[in-house]
């Protein structure tokens, strides 16, 4: 099983959700971190890295001999990453999004597979759990590229060593945000009960929706703000599988970087609750689904 955590909007807590989730789980676990602009599950978690390996995209470079400006290229590229200027063949490989379509169209065969550094990917364990993220090199905007990468490494790992998967996604309802809950069985909103939490969590819901999968919410900070998400997820239908209080020790958890479900019994036993209403949904049990 493959369990996405997701939100709306940075700063809800999602990362806490999924290294809380991780460390409950009664199952062989692989925690992965698809936050790749900023990943951090690795501060709570704390995993001894046993290797790493560069990311790379596959972009095209050009033998001028063999091209005769013939714009083949330029015309498939939706991303204008490869034009004609004149008598100029330009290629701008930070635009590339390395789907190799001008290197398969070129009549001339003018075009080979180069590559540039998208990030690096890293693996480790964390105890009994296995862990896995991608980082995004500085600079770098493109992440759903890396992303890819990351999660064929996850299949390939999980493949050898069967494992379930816990995703900590990144934040928003971009493309990153659908292509890190796309493969997954069940998608596990975090949101707080504020107004801009509320607002977000809604364009989530709106957004993965489509996906048609599982769905429930996680409320963190509960008891502060409003009550304008219970009343959406009644509406709706979408289970509300966890409450995170607005606690101290929470806090202070978080701010030390410890995993908060190891922070104490009631927020270990909040976690173990979520992971078997999670199965739940999964198996069909109360989803939420459009």
């Not at 493309?175 to 975090?190: E, F, G, H, R």
Request: net charge negative; proline share 6%.
């Amino acid at each position: 099983m493959i369990v996405a955590v997701a939100s709306g909007k940075g700063g809800t807590g999602k990362t806490t959700v999924s290294a809380s989730l991780a460390s409950v789980w009664d199952k062989g676990v692989t925690a992965v971190d698809l936050d790749v602009e900023e990943p951090n599950l690795h501060l709570f978690l704390k995993p001894e890295i046993s290797g790493s390996a560069p990311a790379n995209l596959e972009t095209p470079v050009a033998d001028e001999s063999l091209c005769n400006l013939c714009r083949a290229c330029s015309h498939f590229c939706q991303y204008k990453a490869i034009t004609v200027m004149g008598k100029i063949l330009m290629i701008f490989p930070e635009m590339c999004h390395g789907c190799g379509g001008c290197i398969a169209g070129c009549p001339q065969k003018a075009l080979s597979a180069g590559s540039r550094e998208l990030g690096e990917i890293l693996w480790g364990k964390s105890g009994k759990i296995d862990f896995l993220m991608g980082r995004l090199r500085v600079g770098e905007a493109m992440s759903p590229p890396l992303m890819r990468l990351v999660k064929s490494r996850l299949s390939e790992m999980i493949t050898v060593h069967p494992t379930d998967a816990i995703i900590d996604c990144p934040p928003g309802v971009s493309c990153p945000a659908i292509n890190s809950v796309m493969d997954a069985d069940v998608i596990v909103l975090v949101t707080e009960p504020t107004p801009f939490g509320f607002y977000d969590f809604k364009l989530a819901i709106e957004a993965f929706a489509p996906l048609e999968k599982p769905m429930g919410a996680v409320i963190n900070r509960a008891g502060v703000g409003e009550n304008s998400v219970y009343g959406f997820c009644a509406e709706k239908g979408i289970p509300i599988l966890a409450e995170i209080p607005y606690d101290r020790a929470v806090a202070e958890a978080y701010s030390k970087g410890l995993v908060v479900a190891e922070a104490s019994e009631r927020m270990k036993t909040t976690f173990l609750g979520l992971a078997e209403k999670i199965r739940g949904l999964a198996g069909g049990k109360g989803a939420f689904r459009a």
